[in-house]
Nanobody, 124 residues
Framework: QVQLVESGGGLVQAGGSLRLSCAAS????????MGWFRQAPGKEREFVAA????????YYADSVKGRFTISRDNAKNLVYLQMNSLTPEDTAVYYC?????????????????WGQGTQVTVSS
């Protein structure tokens, strides 16, 4: 079955960097769209970044554009979220997600499969 496991979260100072990883099983990350979402305390879950299943097109929320990069390693069946220039506003639980609908637009539609999340805390 589809399983997603995030790792790489932690505590970092403002201006620092973190790289989140999402280990996928039960499917191949190169054949489905992959996304990252986050949920801060008291706020709704929001879209962060997505990677299309074909062509490698990437999509980002305006709040992270230019600072975050989504990528995948097909050989390891991993998806990454490289986060640079972190600010306290980036503090949240970060979730990896996918969906078997290849044409899903993760900015507007909720994926069906989610990881358990990894906490990212940015101190000022």
């Amino acid at each position: 079955q589809v399983q997603l496991v995030e790792s790489g979260g932690g505590l970092v100072q403002a201006g620092g960097s973190l790289r989140l990883s999402c280990a996928a099983s039960g499917f191949t990350v190169s054949t489905y769209a992959m996304g990252w979402f986050r949920q801060a305390p008291g706020k709704e879950r929001e879209f962060v970044a997505a990677l299309s299943w074909i062509g490698g097109s990437t999509y980002y929320a305006d709040s992270v554009k230019g600072r975050f990069t989504i990528s995948r390693d097909n050989a390891k069946n991993l998806v990454y979220l490289q986060m640079n220039s972190l600010t306290p506003e980036d503090t949240a639980v970060y979730y990896c997600a996918t969906d078997m609908r290849r044409d899903i637009n993760m900015r507007t539609s909720t994926p069906n499969y989610w990881g358990q999340g990894t906490q990212v805390t940015v101190s000022s």
